[in-house]
C-alpha cells in the first residue's frame, strides 16, 4: 500500500512563496505518474500540478501555470510542489496524488492520496 505525507504547509502573506515536499513509501514511487490537487473551503478538489515519472512532462492547472512548479526526486520519493507568487486564491488544503491515471487533471484518476497540508495566505 501507498503512503504519501505531506509538509511544508502553513500561513504565508501575499507575494510570498512556499515550497511543500510529498514523501512516498510502500510503492514503485518512480513508475508512477505523480501530483498535486487542492481543496478550498465549499469547493471541489482542484486539478493543481502533475508530473510524469521520469520528469520530461509537467502538467499544471490554469490557475497556477507560471506560478508553480512541480518537479520529483525518483531517489528520495520525494515530490515537490514549488509555491511562488501566492495569492488568498491559492488559501486550501494541499494533497499530494499518486499512480495518476489519464486524465491527470480528474480527481478520480488519482489511487493514491496523502491526508492534506493546510496552506493559508492572507492578503
Known amino acids: 500500500q501507498v503512503q504519501l505525507v505531506e509538509s511544508g504547509g502553513g500561513w504565508v502573506q501575499a507575494g510570498d512563496s512556499l515550497r511543500l515536499s510529498c514523501a512516498a513509501s510502500g510503492g514503485s514511487f518512480s513508475s508512477y505518474i505523480m501530483g498535486w490537487f487542492r481543496q478550498a473551503p465549499g469547493k471541489g478538489r482542484e486539478f493543481v500540478a502533475a508530473?510524469?515519472?521520469?520528469?520530461?512532462?509537467?502538467f499544471y492547472g490554469e490557475s497556477v501555470k507560471g506560478r508553480f512548479t512541480i518537479s520529483r526526486d525518483n531517489a528520495e520519493n520525494t515530490l515537490f510542489l514549488q509555491m511562488n507568487s501566492l495569492t488568498p486564491e491559492d488559501t486550501a488544503v494541499y494533497y499530494c496524488a499518486g499512480g495518476i491515471l489519464s486524465p491527470v487533471q480528474d480527481p478520480s484518476s488519482v489511487r493514491y492520496w496523502g491526508k492534506g497540508t493546510l496552506v493559508t495566505v492572507s492578503s
Open positions: 508530473i510524469s515519472r521520469i520528469e520530461s512532462n509537467t
